[in-house]
């Protein structure tokens, strides 16, 4: 059996603000399995968007702005987290983790024992497994990945056959999962031609595979300098992140002005244009809103063109999954922008933020 330590290196979260509230531990203490679960050696735990906007407090309805991963003057303790809820100090973030299972607590599988894992990030009521009120989000209501071990319920997790390495690995589970969430939601299928927004970041790199996996034809909207990766991923056409006219772009490049799907994770002033580039019967899904969340919304464009919104964050239990599936048959692939040691992770997250990146950033131990 492999020997594990009382205590850990690890990244904590003190309290709302600046990068500066992201504390590097070196004894920390190593968290103990309980009851049906498992302890994890991580290898690998990717960086994502709710880490920045739970950190500096975004996602409180007293913030209106674009998230900069900055601190803000106000933010209401009662609203600072992706559900609405309060957060407690401190907090180890981090939900895309990949690791060794080393330690079961009691009446956890064990199979699960020497086996490398990735975590479902989504912590469930599992006698009301669909209920979205009894969910929660690892390393948010939970301590997390960043660090050298973590803890979860065994049935958080799923053994990967696949070569990938950990740090590749360790860029599906938040971005991927997402995505394909956005996709469900908005039932996209072979006919559908879908316009992703942000497709050079980790939730938009999936979405565009994840559309060409359904059949669907994706125009991609991604800053010039990442138009070659973004055309690798298979994206159909790559447009300007923000074309003037959008319409007219994609009449010149599709021969039509207009999709049957947006899939947004920016939001911001640009949101109406998008909206008015939806085919009368229409349907848009949004996972995000980096670009700010607070937009014009002509009501009378949605009901008279017959149009279909879905908001995308808790995703059914089956989402996971279907995730490992495409990932052992080769039908996905990692997008890994860049690894950095966790002792580093300020610089890592800095990196995340300036978004000058393709993929996902991942930390490892």
């Known amino acids: 059996m492999t020997s594990v330590p009382k205590t850990m290196k690890a990244i904590v979260l003190e309290g709302h603000g600046g990068l500066e509230q992201l504390v590097w531990h070196e004894d920390w203490p190593v968290p103990e399995p309980g009851p049906g679960e498992v302890l994890i050696k991580v290898g690998a735990c990717g960086l994502n968007n709710t880490d920045v906007n739970t950190r500096s407090g975004w996602y409180s309805k007293t913030v209106s702005d674009a998230t900069t991963g900055g601190a803000y003057d106000e933010v209401d303790e009662s609203d600072p987290t992706w559900g609405g809820r309060p957060i407690t100090f401190p907090r180890i973030q981090g939900a895309d983790t990949v690791g060794t299972v080393v330690a079961l607590g009691d009446g956890a599988p064990v199979e699960l024992m020497g086996q490398r894992v990735m975590v479902d990030c989504w912590l469930r009521d599992w006698s009301e497994p669909y209920n979205r009120d009894k969910t929660g989000y690892f390393g948010s209501e939970c301590d997390g990945g960043y660090a050298e071990y973590t ?67 994706v125009v991609a909207l991604a800053s010039p300098a990442k138009h070659a990766d973004v055309t690798a991923l298979g994206a159909d056409v790559v447009l300007d992140r923000a074309p003037q006219n959008l319409k007219a772009e994609l009449k010149r490049a599709t021969g039509k002005d207009t999709v049957s799907v947006v899939a947004d994770i920016v939001g911001g002033t640009y949101w109406g244009m998008l909206i008015d580039a939806l085919e009368r019967g229409g349907r848009y899904t949004c996972s995000g809103a980096i670009a700010g969340p607070i937009v014009e919304f002509d009501l009378r464009t949605f009901y008279l063109r017959d149009l279909t919104f879905t908001g995308s964050t808790v995703i059914t239990p089956n989402v996971f999954g279907d995730l490992v599936g495409y990932i052992e048959r080769s039908e996905i692939r990692p997008v890994l922008a860049a690894t950095y040691p966790l002792k580093d992770f300020h610089a890592a997250q800095t990196a995340f933020i300036e978004k000058k990146h393709t993929g996902n950033i991942v930390v490892v131990p």
Not at 180 to 188: C, D, I, S, T, Y
């Open 151 to 217: 803890k979860v319920d065994a049935r958080n997790v799923a053994v990967v056959t696949s070569s990938f390495s950990d740090a590749e690995l360790a860029t599906f589970s938040c971005s991927y999962t997402t995505a394909e969430g956005m996709l469900g939601r908005a039932e996209v299928g072979s006919g559908d031609t879908v316009l992703v927004t942000g497709a050079s970041g980790g939730v938009g790199s999936a979405l565009v595979q994840l559309a060409k996996r359904r059949g669907a034809t």
